[in-house]
């Protein structure tokens, strides 16, 4: 860092260092080997000053400090864990020389404080926040497969307590800062303008202490360590932990260790304790491709990283939604919210009223919670303009659809927006099943035409899986991609196939789990084992979820259209259409919407698994092998992307892994469904699995020619390995 550019500036008011971090290298402060020795030199410089009562930590910045530097942790996690182990043991010792130094150090907390930014904070004596609730403090590193590997596992639960402290170092959840306070995170809330004045006064009145309050020789953790409280407390989180991980994550487990363990050891054993925990994270599979995923293809799918290049970026003025119903009215509801003008249309004004209303109510909720302001809320509905004038649409750079899952229907509205719209408009058709290329063949602009598969529910929902058919044009994927963007959510693109990406080889999850009912499993049990992968919930609930009218619709559908021994001979790729056709058409159970599907509920939550299903299939297998039919949950996924992948469907297996998290949840933990054949398989070994299981149960695991090239490694999709 030359002089001219420092990172961290300070000076010295009425005996008070002040320390600025203000890393203008970067878009936000965060921690990284220079910084920190200009940090620790700087610190040093201050607290050796005779004159110098204590020290203050801020930063003029929006935000205080979010966090390591992501980039510098996978340069070198793959040191000899040694080194590695040295390296967080330099910062370890730092941060406990902050405390240690003797005179009173005081973080007066500007904005967000997260993970090492908050593992330095709690390094102070003394923790000041500005009075404004949009500022976030907590330890996110579990959700990239991480522990807050500075002290953080130490510091939180001796300064809030175990159960808090457990709490959030294993949720990873965000600490506002009335909540700071309350928990005795930090000590004083104070107004943003006030913040420095009342930091520093904390050291001239003698307010912020020397020493750390667990530093006393008579400290006593809370609850104190082996009280029957202390155990209780452990074995909940242990309970809890494993309850919401199934083994899958190797941090939280990491974490209480870190913290039963340290809290019964002096400081420096503790965080050398820590520090080989954080290593043992950083260099395993789990937090690696979790940040590969999670993070990294992410980012750059949010980056629009792979728009076409050369096309003007589009500014929405104005964007057209046609249907009002439960996808069309959330898709407004994204438009409005991010600025956009949105003309929402439906066969009548009032259907159409319909929709906005439900915007309405939609935001209503967050008015009254204060997440939005009354101009705002007044501002987003003054956004949507119900009609059902189609000439309405006029002046769109962008026309969605969104009626009825009817080819005729989506024919007719196609070429009635074309008539209204201008050549420019591009037209996006959010159909979950009919192809794209099909469906241009009503349009006059092809070229123009383009699949915007939005999930439901569309206001929850981050991703948005665009679809090119045979004739769309780079500049109508780049318009796609742009307006996606504009509402905050991440695209992934794909090229056109029935199901294409995301409900092709989800579609496969529920698929396995009504094979396994035929073979003779419980139902419970297959839902059980569905769980324990990391799915977000078992194959039955997400098709209750879904609607099991909506499988079954899709089911008869694509027989209707490819033909029963079509669809046997590619190898059943798509739900069981008897047992659908049985449980919608004969039981009349559609899902949760009714309150009845594979589960019986009371209200929206799942409360038994329907007896009528126990009795149809009793489980006449009594010893199952969990292991395989976990696998064969995530392997037929993973295989079913390989198909997409080999036909051209997918054209980047990081496009694969973020679509499989952001879309339907896949397992988390393994970085999406390449991650998981890559990394945490391997290709070789999960032919062998498919070749025997192509054998026992089915063609539907035969491996195709991409799967036999990357198991003779003639090929590999990820740069980053694990290490040795
Ligand atoms: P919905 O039945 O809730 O809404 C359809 C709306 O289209 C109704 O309000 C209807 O009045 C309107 N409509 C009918 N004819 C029209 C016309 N000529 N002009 C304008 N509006 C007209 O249906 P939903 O669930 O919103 O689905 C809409 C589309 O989105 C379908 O193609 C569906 O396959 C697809 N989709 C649905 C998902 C879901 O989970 N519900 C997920 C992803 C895609």
Redesign the pocket.
Known sequence: MSDNNKAITSEIRDGVGILYWNDTTQSVNCLYEAVLLEFEKEFNALVEQKDVKGVVVTSPRDKFIVGADIKVLTKIRDLPAEELFKQNQQLSLFFRHMETQGKPVVAAINGDALGGGLELAMACHYRVVADDNSIKLGTPEVMLGLLPGAGGTQRLPRLIGLQDGLRYLTTGGNIRPPKALKLGLVNEVVPADQLLDVACDAIRSGKAPRRQPFDAANWQASPPVHSQEFVQVMGAGVALVRDKTHDNYPAPQAMLSCVYQGLQLPMESALKYEGRQFVTLARGPVSRTMIRTLWFGRNDANKLAKRPAGIEDTKFTQVGV?????????IAICTAEAGIRCVL????DE??Q??KDYARDYWQRQLTKKRITQDEFDARMARIVPT?D?AKLGGSQLVI??????RG??A??TR?TEEATGDDAVFG??????PITGLAEASDRPQSFIGI????P?EKMPLVEIIRGEKTDVRATAVAMDYVAAISKTPIVVNDSRGFYTSRVFGTYGREAFEMLQEGYSPTLIENVGRSTGMPMGPFELIDM??VD?AQKIAAATEAEVGREAMEAAGENFYNKDLLDWIVLECERPGQKTGQGFYDYEGRKPSKLWSGLHERYPGKLDNPDIAELKKRFLHIQTLETLRCMEEGVVTAADDADVGSIFGWGFAPWSGGVMSYGETHVGWSRLLADCEDYAKRFGKRFEPNDLLRSLAAGEKAFFNDSAAA
């Open positions: 046609l249907g009002a119903g439960v996808m069309g009215a959330g249309v439906d066969i009548s259907a159409a319909r929709g059902s189609y659809e969104a009626v009825f899952e009817d229907l989506k007719k509205v009635m058709t959010n159909t979950s099943t009919l598969h939005f999930f439901s569309v879904i609607g909506t």
